[in-house]
């Protein structure tokens, strides 16, 4: 009998209980129904991620699996926003908290809300817009400090962190400036003024004792800036302590570069999120690829910090462990979600370790003292016929155990389209893929091209969850990623104009040189005179929106011609012989800061057919068990359904999905995600859909679960607007009635 159940017994025998709940109780032990907790049990969602230990769990078990088809809607918050230049809308990526009856989120926008997580009243919003500066991209949540009844909430917006009041929504005074410190402290280089450049933060941080630790998103092009990991005084803004992802002089991991790297190139950042072991006084986190993306010629060596799982001391920033994943990434490899901090029975003896996802879909499990592996990673060989200059790392981590997430982990000509379900899309697509340069998965890139998954496929930023049996849950999409590389250097030479040369420069490597982009990630540039006023465009290059990085450091100058050239006025914007030797500048540039590479990303993108699906055989989602205890697959579903694909007779192939699972005590992994816009829940131990409800927009998010007066919540955020969906902009509270 369950000690709620024995209360409730004491409670009858005891005659303290009016006779309608009585009765209510009497009914539920009789029935074997247990959804009538008591009423004064509340239990939070504090921290991102659900505790500390971001293993996205809950001990609840109000609602459980032969319940869960009763849930209705509870109530619904209308969280969108508008800023006066916005003409896209905006997705909201945000995991929200509860704590004391109060619900944390964030708009599109990064206005923070608290709401009567009961009833979903707005208490107060605060809009950091009016003196904020800087790039806003997505947000995925915020942190809570709490000593006795002060209360404060902590986020970063553009390049600002802000510090407010969680009662009033009003900013702390002594935090910084009047609540906002610069987010620049800690970064700054001797070669150039940090602040003509992007930095942010699009996860929270974390909090350990007084100190607020955070890491950051920069640019991923020759302008980035240095990812290091930062922790602030939560009281004042003070900065205490910086962790160097790429090392100065004298520090561990500056031999793994050229010298003075740390001047040159940014990155090995970690934009995904930490976790923290309070007992030992120890944040984990991972890092992403080091500036520039796909390519490493200058940056000769594995490039230590990046691509990393590391451990720091949460006091001092001290590294105690690292363990990289990927040497000299060129494959933009990111370390993409918090690692979760777990126990497992590994050899007869329970281990605290650390489980982190990536990207490529590997899962490694590393022992949480030491950094070691619990199961065997096999360095092999890897193929080093790079681009000129290029420096490949001549070998490359395979865990062999437990196996991949992402089960094609080198894309053959068996992985493209059926030719039963998908007959011209067979046909295109091997004619495509037999043109790139194949065979292997760590392909160096090249002007020829390969696919592989990685950029959009495998784990993402949603993150996994993870229960205290030592099972984890992780979502994975499985979409093909070209990637092929243009000279720029002699793109340049045949540059129509100044504002072609550019564009070339700065926007290409993401939108291609046809200004097509890839029809999914990267939007296509064409008819923007049609669709954008030339003020929005001036606005997204000078402050960013979205996944869309700000270029502050471009002159005004320079921010007209590309906007001439991208709107379709190049045919009246011929180049000057001064604007030739300005392109000629451009040309020469490699050697300074922002630095410019010889070779540059200019086509691919996500590999789709001509009808918008992933250009391999599904499945094109999945939602995953791992026993870590073991190593073993307990179970391997599709996630999400193309409706109409399913109609005509092919088995149900899965979406690529953004956003990370929910699991409970109640035998439930709640998730959305799915480009088909629905919200499920799945019997966590068989991988059974048992509920499933259709959003009124695409929910690309991570779902939370709290109980409030004895009634158990499931709140997701429902944004729309990725992979081209349409909006949404509101937070959906769901409960058994």
């Known amino acids: 009998m369950s000690e709620v159940r024995k209360d409730k017994m004491s409670r009858i025998d005891a005659k303290i209980i009016c006779f309608p709940k009585l009765l209510v109780l009497a009914i539920s032990i009789l029935t074997g129904?247990?959804?009538?907790?008591?009423?004064?049990?509340n239990v939070d969602w504090p921290v991102y991620g659900g505790n500390k230990a971001g293993n996205r769990y809950s001990k609840l078990e109000q609602i459980k699996t032969d319940n869960v088809n009763r849930l209705k809607v509870a109530w619904t918050y209308d969280a969108s926003d508008t800023l006066e230049l916005d003409e896209r809308p905006?997705?909201?990526?945000?995991?929200p908290i509860m704590i004391d009856s109060i619900l944390y989120g964030t708009t599109p926008n990064i206005q923070v809300f608290a709401l009567n997580a009961k009833s979903g009243k707005e208490l107060w919003r605060y809009n950091p817009e009016e003196d904020?500066?800087?790039?806003?991209?997505?947000?995925?949540?915020?942190?809570?400090?709490?000593?006795?009844?002060?209360?404060?909430?902590?986020?970063?917006?553009?390049?600002?962190?802000?510090?407010?009041n969680a009662m009033t929504g009003k900013p702390v005074e002594e935090f910084g400036n009047n609540g906002k410190v610069d987010f620049y402290l800690g970064l700054e280089n001797d070669m150039f003024d940090v602040r003509n450049h992007v930095v942010t933060a699009t996860s929270p941080g974390i909090v350990y004792k007084d100190i607020f630790i955070t890491g950051n998103r920069v640019s991923e092009s020759g302008d980035a800036l240095s990812g290091s990991i930062r922790g602030f005084d939560v009281h004042t803004g003070k900065l205490l302590w910086v962790?160097?992802?790429?090392?100065?002089?004298?520090?561990?991991?500056?031999?793994t570069w050229p010298e003075d790297a740390y001047k040159k190139f940014g990155g090995a950042n970690s934009w995904s999120g930490i976790v923290l072991d309070e007992k030992r006084g120890t944040v984990y986190l991972g890092t992403g690829s080091p500036s520039v993306d796909f390519y490493g010629g200058?940056?000769?060596?594995?490039?230590?910090?990046?691509?990393?799982?590391?451990?720091?001391?949460?006091?001092?920033?001290?590294?105690?462990?690292?363990?990289?994943?990927?040497?000299?990434?060129?494959?933009?490899?990111?370390?993409?979600?918090?690692?979760?901090?777990?126990?497992?029975?590994?050899?007869?003896?329970?281990?605290?370790?650390?489980?982190?996802?990536?990207?490529?879909?590997?899962?490694y499990l590393l022992d949480r003292e030491t950094g070691v592996s619990l199961f065997p990673v096999e360095e092999r060989p890897v193929r080093t016929d790079g681009l000129p200059g290029e420096h490949p790392y001549p070998t490359q981590k395979y865990p062999v155990k437990p196996l991949p997430l992402v089960t094609r982990q080198v894309i053959t000509e068996a992985d493209l389209p059926d030719s039963t379900y998908f007959p011209e899309a067979h046909k295109d697509m091997k004619e495509r893929f037999l043109?790139?340069?194949?065979?292997?998965?760590?392909?160096?890139?090249?002007?020829?091209?390969?696919?592989?998954?990685?950029v959009s496929g495998g784990a993402e930023w949603g993150g996994s969850a993870a229960d205290p049996d030592g099972i984890l849950y992780q979502n994975v999409s499985e979409e093909p990623w070209e990637m092929k590389m243009v000279n720029v250097a002699e793109k340049l030479k045949k540059s129509t104009s100044y504002g072609n040369s550019l564009y070339i420069a700065h926007c290409a490597a993401c939108h291609g040189e046809d200004l097509k982009g890839d029809g999914a990630m990267f939007p296509s540039l064409a008819d923007t005179d049609e669709r954008?006023?030339?003020?929005?465009?001036?606005?997204?290059?000078?402050?960013?929106?979205?996944?869309?990085?700000?270029?502050?450091?471009?002159?005004?100058?320079d921010r007209n011609a590309i906007i001439k050239f991208i709107s379709g006025q190049k045919e009246n914007y011929n180049a000057t012989d001064d604007e030739h030797s300005n392109t000629e500048v451009i040309a020469a540039k490699g050697e300074d800061f922002p630095y410019m590479p010889p070779y540059n990303r200019g086509g691919g993108g996500k590999v789709r057919d001509s009808n918008g699906y992933p250009g391999i055989r599904p499945p094109w989602g999945t939602l995953n068990a791992v026993d870590l205890n073991t190593g073993e697959y307990l179970w391997r579903v599709p996630l999400g359904e193309y409706k109409e694909l399913t109609e005509q007779g092919v088995p149900i192939t899965g979406t690529p999905n953004a956003g990370g699972p929910l699991v409970t005590a109640g035998g439930l992994v709640f998730i959305s995600g799915t480009q088909d816009e629905k919200i499920r829940a799945f019997d966590r131990k068989t991988g059974k859909v048992v509920w499933e409800y259709q959003l009124s927009a695409g929910a690309f998010a991570t779902p939370i679960t709290y109980m409030l007066d004895g009634k158990q919540y499931v709140v997701i955020a429902a944004g729309g607007v990725r992979y081209g969906l349409k909006p949404g902009g509101n937070y959906i509270a769901f409960s058994l009635p």
């Open 132 to 164: 904020n500066q800087g790039y806003r991209g997505q947000n995925r949540g915020v942190c809570f400090w709490q000593n006795g009844e002060d209360k404060r909430i902590l986020f970063v917006a553009g390049n600002r962190l802000i510090e407010i």
């Open 435 to 454: 043109k790139t340069r194949h065979g292997s998965k760590f392909i160096p890139p090249s002007e020829q091209g390969s696919w592989y998954i990685g």
């Open 532 to 557: 954008f006023s030339n003020e929005y465009i001036r606005d997204i290059l000078k402050n960013g929106r979205g996944r869309m990085p700000a270029f502050p450091n471009i002159s005004e100058k």
């Open 243 to 255: 962790f160097h992802t790429i090392p100065l002089p004298g520090e561990d991991g500056y031999e």
């Open 90 to 95: 905006k997705e909201i990526q945000c995991q």
């Open 298 to 363: 200058d940056r000769k060596g594995a490039n230590l910090f990046a691509n990393c799982i590391l451990a720091l001391d949460a006091t001092s920033g001290k590294l105690k462990w690292h363990y990289q994943t990927v040497h000299h990434d060129l494959w933009d490899l990111d370390i993409p979600n918090p690692p979760n901090l777990v126990t497992v029975e590994h050899k007869g003896r329970m281990v605290d370790a650390v489980a982190q996802t990536t990207k490529d879909g590997l899962v």
């Open 33 to 41: 129904c247990n959804d009538f907790p008591d009423a004064n049990q």
